[in-house]
């Protein structure tokens, strides 16, 4: 091999190397914490980056996500309703344009370095209400430098709007085939301050879901000192989150189909688990114990709208809690 090839081949080996960096934007051991609500519960949320893989043909960053949450049964009362694993997100970067994982694909989040007045495509959605494809937006609103713990970096302020920038009233009901995202602000460090959800997450006509983390209460990085985002807020930002569950013993359960007209069938179950449907206020409808690592709760007699699933271990330990929608 003359000097020259060997050259050549060390040229193609360090842009292959800076190629193969090109796709990380978060910082190691990045760790977010999360309030969130979602108008019958309410708790706590953890992502942390946990390292790189490959999925959907791209090299990317994994980020593991856990929840602890509390149901609302009245005044100043709650049912503590487990700490569960939610499914993972992927992201990567491609130049300044930032991709999430959603449902099977990626999709554009956000941009570095932006200017105000740009508009972000965030992709289509469909209408739960009239099963129509729509496409949301957002503008560039303002980009404001804030010091977070020494470090200046720009929030990044979004307004939903149409195509051509016009913006869209945040209202309920939302107007006719408009889709509202909620993604509302960003950074280069944090990424949206409403979670990983917002990233793809919208609301139409008639359904506003609020399932979504909507505070960041911390972060923090192996680069990052912790940081308190509010720090008038009385937190330790942990909050005791994820005291008595570790998070290796979280499971992940499979809840198909859902919305559902007729059944629906719990998988993952835990050995000997227990399982109680309750509706939106929280009124027990059927219970069912010693279940099967997969079993089927009929829901064809029940009326249209939001219920629960609890679900217990054989120590009668709650260890999770899902969401059915029961649709004609």
């Keep these: 091999m003359t000097r020259f090839d060997k050259l050549l081949l060390l040229i193609s080996l360090v842009s292959f ?27 706590y949320q953890k992502n942390t980056y946990v390292g790189d893989t490959t999925i959907y043909g791209k090299n990317c960053q994994m980020i593991k996500r856990f929840q602890e949450s509390k149901l609302y049964t009245g005044p100043d009362t709650y049912i503590f309703s487990g700490q569960v694993a939610l499914p993972n997100y992927y ?13 099977g694909a990626f999709y554009f989040a956000f941009k570095l370095n932006p200017s105000i007045g740009e508009i972000w495509n965030l992709g289509e959605h469909t ?19 804030q010091d ?4 200046i970096l ?6 939903a709007c149409q195509a051509d920038g016009t913006p869209i009233e945040n ?51 192996a680069d990052f000192d912790f940081t308190l985002i509010n720090p008038t807020q009385n937190t330790d930002c942990y909050n005791g989150i994820f005291a008595s569950i570790s998070e290796n013993e979280l499971e992940k359960f499979a809840v198909m189909p859902n ?58 330990e709650v260890v999770g809690m899902e969401k059915v929608l029961k649709v004609d």
């Design 91 to 103: 992201t990567y970067k491609s130049n300044d344009s930032i991709f999430v994982s959603d449902n």
């Design 171 to 221: 209202s309920f009901p939302a107007p006719d085939t408009v889709v509202f995202s909620k993604l509302a602000m960003v950074n280069a460090k944090f990424g949206s301050f409403g979670g990983f959800e917002s990233f793809r997450y919208s609301y139409v006509t008639g359904i506003i879901d609020e399932t979504l983390p909507v505070y960041l209460l911390c972060f923090e990085s």
């Design 259 to 316: 919305p559902t007209q007729n059944e629906i069938t719990i998988s993952n179950l835990p050995p000997a688990a227990s399982l109680v449907l309750y509706d939106q206020q929280m009124k027990k409808i059927s219970e069912k114990n010693n279940a099967n690592i997969e079993e089927t709760i009929s829901m064809k007699l029940l009326q249209n709208g939001l219920y629960f699933v609890q679900i217990l271990n054989e120590n009668g």
């Design 127 to 145: 209408n739960f209400m009239t099963s129509e494809i729509e496409t949301a937006y957002v503008k560039v609103d303002a980009i404001i430098s």
């Design 17 to 43: 190397s800076a190629f193969g960096q090109n796709y990380r934007w978060l910082d190691s051991a990045s760790t977010w914490h999360y309030t969130y609500s979602d108008g019958f519960s309410g708790g």
């Design 148 to 151: 977070y713990n020494g470090t």
């Design 154 to 159: 720009d929030d990044i302020y979004l307004i």
